[in-house]
């Protein structure tokens, strides 16, 4: 491929499923759809964690989290480690973000060249660290706002998603051609879908009145012979308890309304691009960060390794981008190679970053034996997991004893039916956990995550200060 710029969008906990051009029933998307169809749409795209901070130090470095030791939404990305800006800026590329990082400072060297309007850690760059205290897991207090904050109306989340569509589209307006004579990188990195979920009325509107699809009933055994992670984590994340038939509709139909707002943002950012004539010199990538539950499984937000938290739509088109849909494992991790690739850089080989590859090339070549790493260090949860992804197949390991879990997503799409602890299935659950053992040792991994986070929690003062200080549900707007 002819070096060209890169245009990468990014959203917020959009959850794969919820696009038109991923079959969804009733989400209108027609931007992303469009897009979709001029290029290449990956039909099983994955976060490598199924929460912020941890998934954008993959996306930024191109690891995982057990390599950049990002565990938590209070350790994030900081510029420890290389990531795809530092290598672009380098080498006299322009690499600009406008919007949400979730990095810790803008006073870190975190590797663009220019900061527009970024989102960072709240609390000065500490986070969230209540999340540091895991053993006894405290309780969330703040859930309860999801419920209160559905329907109708503005946040200060869509204000400052308008507020990143009309400086990308200026930002595009004054560049529109190669900036020092090579290919430029614009990321721009919406908040929305993310809750509280409240939509703009126009885009609320769009779901009014029209029936919803069914929410997906708990896994089989979850709590009764038990998944005591899983208990442990909705008695944590506790957001259904605070729900009822109106809210919980309200908070559907508000979700999908931020899906349509954040689609036609973006239809907004398109339109600059052709308007500025670097179009037909530009590849876009859409992504998001993670996906979203909303209330399947009894659940909402992410943190867990069901498809709706972990699975994230990827998209990409432009000139020389194979057009179809891709049924290759993907992961954000492959953004660094890819957006590499794009602008000129010659490949890196498989052992400088292992889980990196150009998804110009997954989309052109077909890999069905590879497999996908996703994990979870974070609040909430009693120890660490896993998930490896691989085929039809998805295996899910808790360190610490607890039973592994085994799904087989071509028969039971809504993972509903748990093979784990099913005897014929025990030589596919051994090669899953094989496949695990080729990346980490979990236990180990999890030791290192607790032994981390507990050093980080004596340097704030320890649980009760770190429990006193303000806690939040979402990162709040400061800038």
Partial sequence: ????????????????????????????????????????????????????????????????????????????????????????????HAVVSVGKLHFRSGDDDNGFSEEILPMHLAN??????????????????????????????????????????????RWLGRYPRKISNKPWVLFVSFVSPHYPLMAPKPFYDLYKGRPLPATTKRAHRDDEEGHAVIAEMRKFW??????????????????????????????????????????????????????????????????????????????MAGPGVAQGVCDSLV????????????????????????????????????????????????????????????GDWKYVHYAGGYPPQLFNLADDPEELNDLGRVDRYEGQLMQMHDRLREILEPEEVNQQAFADQAQLLERYGGAEKVLAMPGFNHTPVGR
């Fill in 331 to 390: 992961s954000l991790t492959d953004v660094a190679a890819t957006i590499e690739d794009i602008v000129g850089f010659e490949a890196r080989t498989a052992g400088e970053v292992w889980q990196s590859r150009s998804l110009v090339q997954s989309a052109e070549q077909a890999m069905p034996e590879r497999f996908i790493l996703s994990e979870y260090h974070d609040g909430g949860a009693p120890t660490g997991f896993y998930m490896i992804r691989q």
């Fill in 124 to 169: 000065d760059g500490i986070g969230w660290p209540q999340g540091l205290v895991r053993d006894p897991l405290p309780g969330f207090a703040e859930a309860a706002e999801m419920a209160r904050e559905v329907g109708a109306g503005d946040t200060t989340y869509t204000e400052y998603d308008r507020d990143i569509t009309d400086a990308a589209c």
């Fill in 238 to 315: 506790a957001y259904d308890e605070y729900f009822d038939d109106d809210s919980r509709d309200k908070g559907k139909r508000g979700y999908y309304g931020l899906c349509s707002f954040v689609d036609d943002n973006i239809r907004k950012v398109l339109s600059a691009l052709e308007e500025s004539g670097a179009g037909r010199d530009t590849v876009v990538l859409y992504i998001s960060d993670h996906g979203e539950m909303l209330g399947n499984h009894g659940m909402w937000a992410k943190s867990v390794m069901y498809e709706d938290a972990v699975g994230v739509p990827v998209i």
């Fill in 1 to 92: 491929m002819k070096p060209r710029n890169v245009l990468v969008v990014c959203s917020d906990e959009h959850a794969r499923s919820a696009l038109g051009c991923y079959g969804h029933p009733l989400v209108q998307t027609p931007n992303l759809d469009k897009l979709a169809g001029l290029g290449t749409r990956f039909a099983r795209g994955y976060t490598p964690s199924p929460i912020c901070v941890p998934a954008r130090a993959c996306l930024a470095t191109g690891t995982h989290v057990h390599e950049n030791r990002c565990w938590s939404s209070a350790q994030p990305y900081q510029g420890q480690a290389e990531s795809w800006m530092h290598r672009l800026r380098e080498r006299d």
